[in-house]
């Protein structure tokens, strides 16, 4: 891992989330489902890491997991601060508020995750309710300020989240995820459920929004050419595991792993007179009930040898922030993109 003077606000080391699997009568526990399965990942100050991979992959788990929305298995979520190093993975609910004001999510559905019988007033002024600004007059305004601050009218706080498109809902999102000034934000793909044209706006709105407040951002996509805008660095999910991270210029370029070869394969060229090799993978995603032996990817890895179905590859720097999971990692030569 990086050194943890260099600039780090978040360190998650072995993180694991387990969900029981329960049959019969008595309910008793026969396997267990490995949504997370040993993540090891760093973000510091300022930056905006993304978290990418299939659909089913573990990214949303990974990140409710880190806000403690759910309590992990197993791991460390390692937040550092004035006060120093705390690891909030074993902390009871009674503990966690302090860091809750720190650490806030954009969740990926603008319709459902706003409530339709409260007015924005009541929507992005509740954070500051619940941490004891009582006063209404000085919610009022802080919200006003929040409105403003995402592009939105402040006469538009007592309007309900009908009257508005799904666009601006993303926004009143984003503006109550900022009501705590939190130092991370988690955006839980909050741009998957919004046309093409509208994405463009809400992502250039957490850019401007990153550089005027100093944010972190925690950035979970299954989208590579909306990860490649926004990040700069990148963490490859495949079955509950990291399989690469590495600055997101070179990932696109240089790819070390075969299944982020196969991701990169899929981004579509904006000129239609780019035709890129196309890149099938054959077979099922592993089942994260009851993953294979070695590594989770080798039955749809082309590059696969006898140590891969075997032997579980651990993760390794092959060059100065880029970390691997990967038995051969050293050795191929993989197809990347321009970042251009």
Do not use: W
Not at 269 to 278: Q, T, V, Y
């Amino acid at each position: 891992m990086t050194d943890q003077s260099n600039g780090i606000l978040l360190e998650v080391k072995n993180l694991r989330k387990f969900f029981p699997i329960q049959k019969g009568f008595l309910r008793r526990v026969v396997g267990h489902v490995r949504a997370v399965d040993d993540v090891t990942i760093h973000i510091r100050k300022g930056e905006t890491l993304s978290l990418v991979g299939e659909s089913g992959c573990g990214k949303t788990t990974a990140a409710r997991c880190i806000v403690r929305a759910l309590k992990p298995t197993a791991g460390q979520i390692l937040m550092h601060g004035a006060d120093g190093v705390i690891d909030i993975a074993p902390l009871p609910k009674r503990s966690l508020r302090p860091f809750r004001r720190q650490m806030q999510m954009i969740f990926q559905d603008p319709y459902s995750s706003l409530n339709p019988r409260m007015t924005l007033f009541d929507i992005v002024g509740e954070p500051l309710l619940v941490n004891g600004v009582r006063d209404r007059q000085m919610r009022m305004g802080r919200v006003a300020e929040l409105l403003q601050l995402v592009g939105l009218r402040p006469e538009y706080m007592r309007r309900y989240p009908h009257a508005f498109s799904g666009g601006e809902r993303q926004r009143i999102g984003i503006a109550r995820a900022l009501a705590l000034n939190p130092s991370l934000v988690i955006a839980d793909e909050p741009v998957s459920a919004l046309d093409v044209s509208v994405q463009a706006q809400i992502l250039n709105l957490l850019l401007d929004l990153q550089s005027q407040l100093g944010l972190t951002l925690l950035f979970v996509a299954h989208d590579l050419s909306v990860v490649k805008h926004i990040s700069e660095r990148v963490a490859v999910m495949y079955v509950g595991r990291i399989v690469e991270t590495a600055p997101t210029g070179i990932l696109f370029s240089a790819p070390r792993h075969p299944y982020t070869e196969a991701l990169l394969a899929a981004v579509p060229k904006p000129d239609p007179r780019l035709k890129g090799a196309r890149m099938l993978l054959e077979g099922e995603v592993a089942d994260p009930a009851n993953p294979p032996d070695g590594c989770y990817f080798h039955p749809r890895c082309s590059y696969a040898t006898d140590v891969c179905r075997t032997v579980t590859p651990q993760q390794e720097e092959i060059a100065a922030g880029h970390f691997v999971r990967c038995h051969r990692s050293r050795e191929l030569t993989l197809k990347g993109v321009s970042r251009g």
